[in-house]
């Protein structure tokens, strides 16, 4: 997605270990147990409505699957976009996913990049990628390999570090998902608008449940936090998919994220039956 940090995420987020070790985990309660249990954001069903409200923001469409091929530059200065989570040139994790595709299918059409990748990362530059870059990442995306490469990423990076904190603090389906929709647009660097410091200025307000807190008061400290990250760069200043659809799930008590849904990003109607 619109990504915050020029480094990698991919390295900054080998460090998320250590921030998840800091936190109360859950004890063997009662209530713990019945937390642990509960359908999470994991579940294949949410999954797949969180991959529908995450694409409805970043590519105005809820066919979330057709955006393996999706590539542009959106002139935010990370070079190019692309993919179902918005895999940057710019931030080293589109140079991770490329890796792992030519790891696992070597002489692949994009395996020819790797080189610029590695000169790119870090910078906007199309250095070495342009012409052909852009089509031969939509003739890739064709491929079921690369497909699940992209998947693998999006897992390992994004969506199972963000489910696995949000468990941890007690947090149901909806509360994930805003973690998710968090680490995705900002990644878990150190800087103040990274995913870690959005979750630090929420706790700085309230105590999520896994600490005895009231898990709508802490999520509306989280999104208030999330919103404060967003206005900090032109490129995320329109917080809609929060105000307009996060914080409307949250305004209803939808905190398991039970269908239907409706919401809206940018002004534009969505609706999951």
Not at 84 to 105: N, P
Request: charged share 25%; aromatic share 8%.
């Amino acid at each position: 997605m619109k990504h915050h940090a020029r480094t990698s995420r991919r390295t900054l987020l080998t460090l998320i270990g250590a921030s998840l070790a800091s936190v109360p985990l859950l004890n063997n309660s009662p209530r713990a147990a019945a937390l642990s249990a509960a359908v999470g954001l994991d579940d294949p069903a949410k999954k797949e409505i969180a991959m529908k409200l995450v694409s409805s923001a970043e590519n105005s469409s809820l066919d979330w699957k057709a955006q393996y091929k999706y590539i542009e530059d959106i002139g935010d200065g990370r070079g190019y976009t692309a993919g179902i989570i918005g895999f940057c040139s710019g931030t080293g994790d589109m140079l991770d996913l490329v890796e792992l595709y030519t790891d696992r299918k070597p002489g692949n059409v994009l395996a020819r990049y790797l080189p610029a990748l590695r000169r790119v990362n870090g910078s906007d530059s199309h250095s070495g990628l342009d012409p052909n870059f852009p089509a031969d990442w939509r003739r890739a995306a064709q491929d079921t390999e690369f497909q699940r490469a992209q998947n693998d990423e999006r897992d390992r990076v994004y969506f199972n570090p963000a489910v696995r904190q949000g468990k941890t603090d007690g947090l149901r389906v909806l509360g994930q998902f805003a973690y998710y929709d968090a680490i995705v647009m900002h990644g878990d660097g150190d800087d103040p608008t990274s995913f870690r410091n959005i979750r630090g200025r929420a706790l700085n307000r309230a105590r999520p449940p896994a600490q005895g807190g009231d898990e709508v008061t802490y999520l509306n400290a989280f999104l208030d936090a999330r919103v404060w990250a967003m206005k900090q760069e032109e490129a995320h200043s329109d917080t809609s998919r929060v105000d307009t659809a996060q914080r409307v799930f949250l305004r209803k008590g939808n905190l398991d994220l039970n269908t239907p849904l409706d919401w809206k990003v940018y002004g534009d109607s969505y609706h999951i039956g």
